[in-house]
């Protein structure tokens, strides 16, 4: 029960698909309001943007994930919401919302954002809550982009009964760059307190409105297929594990610059 719950609930980085097909990465260089879930500090430069999806995994079918994030530009503020909906079906449910601000001037931006998480156990009619924060930092020099977040800084008791036992934090430093203009390399490393990992990724647009992505981390590969127009895009991502087999992560976009 305790490794169901622990993998439902555990998922800071690689929500959307974007992310999930990068290994956990972002791309600095075209950011959607889903960046609210992994650097406040890379919320979009445009009026609105909204992302929605869904995580399905088929060897453990009942284990799902919905995310929802929607940002816009208010004077030289960029502001964002998020909603991750997960759990196993009619074992527990996941609940986690976020609220952000971020500012970046041409060399450099920050974001600070709110994490509040409710769990309950549905058999034992157990709930919990808990408050946390992420931060963002990103700085651009020369052709890279350099960034740093730490997500769910506060870590959190995330039990039902035993408050002792914290919850896991994430850090993630990345640097990024395009060479070509048409590709955006992704260098990462991710440390929790339990690991470090080191991981890659790449976006690779063929066409103005066709491109691959492709992560590498912890001799794991995942894969993406994304097609956009001026506004409109839908991204799919896949990955296999040893826990939860073959994941195919969903999600579509709507921006207005």
Same mark, same amino acid.
């Given at each position: 029960?305790?490794?169901?719950?622990?993998?439902?609930?555990?998922?800071?980085?690689?929500?959307?698909?974007?992310?999930?097909?990068?290994?956990?990465?972002?791309?600095?260089? +075209?950011?959607? $309001? #889903?960046?609210? %879930?992994?650097?406040?500090?890379?919320?979009?430069? !445009?009026? *609105?943007?909204?992302? =929605?999806?869904?995580?399905?995994?088929?060897?453990?079918?009942?284990?799902?994930?919905?995310?929802?994030?929607?940002?816009?530009?208010?004077?030289?503020?960029?502001?964002?919401?998020?909603?991750?909906?997960?759990?196993?079906? +009619?074992?527990? $449910? #996941?609940?986690? %919302?976020?609220?952000?601000?971020?500012?970046?001037? !041409?060399? *450099?931006?920050?974001? =600070?954002?709110?994490?509040?998480?409710?769990?309950?156990?549905?058999?034992?009619?157990?709930?919990?809550?808990?408050?946390?924060?992420?931060?963002?930092?990103?700085?651009?020099?020369?052709?890279?982009?350099?960034?740093?977040?730490?997500?769910?800084?506060?870590?959190?008791?995330?039990?039902?009964?035993?408050?002792?036992?914290?919850?896991?934090?994430?850090? =993630?430093?990345?640097?990024?760059?395009?060479?070509?203009?048409?590709?955006?390399?992704?260098?990462?490393?991710?440390?929790?307190?339990?690991?470090?990992?080191?991981?890659?990724?790449?976006?690779?647009?063929?066409?103005?409105?066709?491109?691959?992505?492709?992560?590498?981390?912890?001799?794991?590969?995942?894969?993406?297929?994304?097609?956009?127009?001026?506004?409109?895009?839908?991204?799919?991502?896949?990955?296999?594990?040893?826990?939860?087999?073959?994941?195919?992560?969903?999600?579509?976009?709507?921006?207005?610059?």
């Amino acid at each position: 029960m305790n490794t169901l719950i622990l993998l439902s609930v555990f998922c800071l980085t690689g929500v959307s698909s974007q992310s999930y097909s990068l290994a956990g990465l972002y791309n600095p260089f +075209d950011s959607k $309001s #889903d960046a609210i %879930f992994v650097n406040p500090a890379l919320l979009p430069d !445009s009026r *609105f943007s909204g992302v =929605l999806g869904l995580r399905q995994n088929y060897l453990m079918s009942d284990l799902t994930d919905f995310h929802l994030s929607v940002s816009g530009k208010f004077w030289k503020l960029r502001a964002g919401l998020g909603l991750l909906e997960g759990g196993i079906k +009619d074992i527990v $449910s #996941d609940y986690t %919302f976020l609220a952000g601000l971020g500012m970046m001037n !041409s060399f *450099f931006g920050a974001g =600070l954002s709110t994490r509040v998480g409710y769990l309950k156990n549905i058999e034992d009619n157990l709930t919990a809550s808990s408050f946390s924060i992420d931060y963002g930092l990103c700085a651009r020099l020369s052709i890279f982009e350099f960034t740093f977040s730490h997500l769910n800084a506060l870590r959190p008791s995330r039990g039902f009964t035993d408050k002792s036992e914290k919850s896991e934090s994430e850090m =993630l430093f990345m640097i990024s760059f395009q060479v070509p203009q048409s590709v955006t390399w992704m260098l990462g490393l991710d440390r929790t307190s339990s690991k470090t990992s080191y991981r890659i990724g790449s976006e690779m647009w063929f066409t103005r409105g066709f491109g691959l992505r492709i992560g590498l981390m912890d001799r794991e590969v995942r894969l993406g297929l994304c097609l956009k127009t001026d506004t409109y895009g839908i991204d799919v991502a896949f990955g296999s594990s040893r826990e939860l087999g073959t994941t195919v992560v969903i999600s579509t976009n709507y921006s207005v610059r």
